[in-house]
């Protein structure tokens, strides 16, 4: 009960001390932004797109890479306190459905399908699917969540490695959402992937962007363990491949593929000088303690949410979004995540949809 009491004691004067110094930058960039936020609501920007989902926002952390409640990468994502909206892949899932008959399946592989938000999506627009991911606790626990009777066919969901599907089967359709960058093998996997995916068909991809504070925060981590030579961490949860955009291009074309098209999506200003700026202080000193004080008096405490609500409230992030997407031509390049659209053979998806 004294080492508990003393920690609190250290933990109360430390974080005391961050939350002071966080609140006070905080409010100096709220005011050096404010004429610009101003600006936002004369400009009536509010979104990428303006397809919205009821349930957009909510979460539960209690599972890890949960995406439950989140929208189909397929057609954006909902993080940072902004609703991301993009065409990107849902331009090229309709270009592939409309060069094939009406009566014809097309088949899809989800590698690293997580909590099945898009295995789901994509069963409702009809492929036949193959959805894998190496952790079949929570696997089996997300597919609980979705009622497959609600899709036309139902996916064939597995905990096996990429190398353990069925040989010489090729998909029409292959999504790594949120996965490469936490292969070390990368190169195997890329050759793995170009060998099953159909010659006409798309391979779509997220990764991040090295440039962001994040990543940059998770390059020296990862540094640091490969420097001192400690043992690498194979559950698969840290990031452990860092490219620029120009970087993961390259990478793709070594690889054999070409890129169809490629977007940023995670704006600068949300992701670095809200989320990543504060964000990182804020779990470092303050949510990490509260975890732990949490566990130990075992609260019901929800990981990250006071660092939510304090960074980066989604009412401000509404407004520093639109700025993002003004400044988005001089500030792509350092905006949070890639998003790409790679095939076997080169062809201008939005030409050949209209």
């Known amino acids: 009960m004294k080492r508990i009491t003393l920690f609190i004691r250290k933990l109360t004067l430390k974080s005391v001390l961050v939350l002071l110094s966080l ?27 303006e397809k919205q989902d009821n349930n957009a926002g909510l979460r539960n952390d209690t599972l890890i890479f949960n995406r439950i409640g989140d929208v189909s990468k397929i057609y954006g994502c909902n993080t940072r306190g902004v609703k991301y909206r993009w065409d990107i892949f849902d331009n090229a899932i309709r270009f592939l459905k409309k060069r094939v008959p009406s009566n014809q399946v097309l088949t899809a592989l989800d590698y690293g399908s997580g909590s099945l938000v898009d295995t789901y999506e994509l069963a409702q627009l009809g492929f036949d699917i193959d959805s894998i991911d190496l952790n079949s606790e929570a696997l089996r626990t997300y597919k609980e969540m979705y009622d497959w009777n609600e899709v036309p066919i139902i996916p064939n969901i597995q905990s096996i490695a990429l190398f353990e599907l069925e040989k010489n089967k090729h998909y029409d359709l292959i999504t790594a959402f949120d996965i490469l960058e936490h292969l070390y093998n990368l190169e195997e996997h890329l050759a793995e992937l170009y060998h099953r995916l159909a010659p006409e068909g798309f391979f779509i991809v997220t990764v991040p962007n090295k440039r962001s504070l994040f990543e940059k925060h998770f390059c020296h981590h990862y540094q640091l363990n490969i420097k001192n030579n400690l043992p690498l961490d194979t559950s698969g949860v840290p990031h452990v491949q860092f490219k620029t955009p120009k970087e993961w291009r390259e990478f793709f074309l070594q690889a ?35 975890i732990e004080i949490a566990s130990i008096f075992k609260w019901d ?54």
């Open 23 to 49: 609140t006070f930058l905080w409010v100096i960039q709220f005011l050096v932004f404010a004429p610009f936020f101003l600006f936002t609501l004369f400009k009536g920007i509010k979104s990428e797109k």
């Open 256 to 290: 054999g593929f070409k890129v169809v098209t490629h977007d940023m999506s995670i704006g600068f200003l949300v992701n670095d000088c809200w989320h990543g700026f504060y964000g990182l202080a804020a779990r470092k000193y303050l949510e990490t303690p509260l």
């Open 301 to 354: 405490y929800v990981p990250y949410s006071f660092e939510r609500k304090l960074c980066y409230p989604a009412w401000l992030m509404e407004r520093v979004h639109v700025i993002d997407l003004i400044l988005k031509p001089l500030l792509k390049h350092r905006w949070g995540w890639n998003l790409f659209v790679l095939s076997k053979n080169q062809c201008d998806v939005q030409k050949e949809l209209i």
